[in-house]
């Protein structure tokens, strides 16, 4: 059976159901991702920071969205139901204060028969929402701005933001 429906979307098997990608037939190849999120932190917020993070009786709010979103990264296929499972070699997730926003980076690498996008931008997504978790007794005015590819390369289809 096809991995594509007629109407070109990857996920929807040839009768439009839904359908995980078969992969067996493809090759490894060494893949990486890096996805970005940004978080519009209010003044409140940013009052807050003592040199480059916010500490908290939780801990330091940027340390703690680091873990989160490797944690997430790693749980994708939990997360998005028609992801794979796979083996990932690293994940590395950096968080910058610019002006007013967190600018939140994940990169991700595996050897394997497909990417590793969504890995990326979930790793992105969860540390954003974890900043906002940690603040939100301060305010609630925080704004999730963008989580976006920036680049995959390893696959059929390399892309540069």
């Known amino acids: 059976m096809s991995n594509e429906s007629s109407s070109g979307f990857s996920h929807l098997n040839e009768s439009g159901q ?4 078969d992969i067996s037939g493809k090759q490894d190849t060494y893949r990486i991702a890096v996805a970005e999120s940004r978080v519009y932190l209010p003044e409140p ?5 003592t040199g480059q993070d916010i500490q908290t009786r939780k801990g330091g709010v940027f ?36 002006g007013e926003e ?12 497909t990417g590793v996008e969504m890995e990326a931008l979930t790793g992105a997504s969860v540390a ?10 301060l305010t609630q005015e925080m704004i999730i701005r963008e989580t976006k590819l920036i680049s995959k390369t390893g696959g059929k289809h390399d892309y540069h933001k």
């Open 18 to 21: 839904p359908a995980m990608v």
């Open 45 to 49: 917020v940013r009052a807050q920071f």
């Open 63 to 98: 340390q703690t969205a680091i873990i989160a979103g490797i944690m997430a990264a790693k749980k994708t296929p939990e997360l998005i139901p028609l992801c794979h499972t796979l083996l990932l070699d690293g994940c590395d997730l950096q968080i910058q204060l610019e």
């Open 102 to 113: 967190a600018i939140i980076r994940c990169t991700v690498k595996t050897n394997g028969k």
């Open 128 to 137: 954003a929402l974890t900043i906002y978790d940690m603040c939100k007794a």
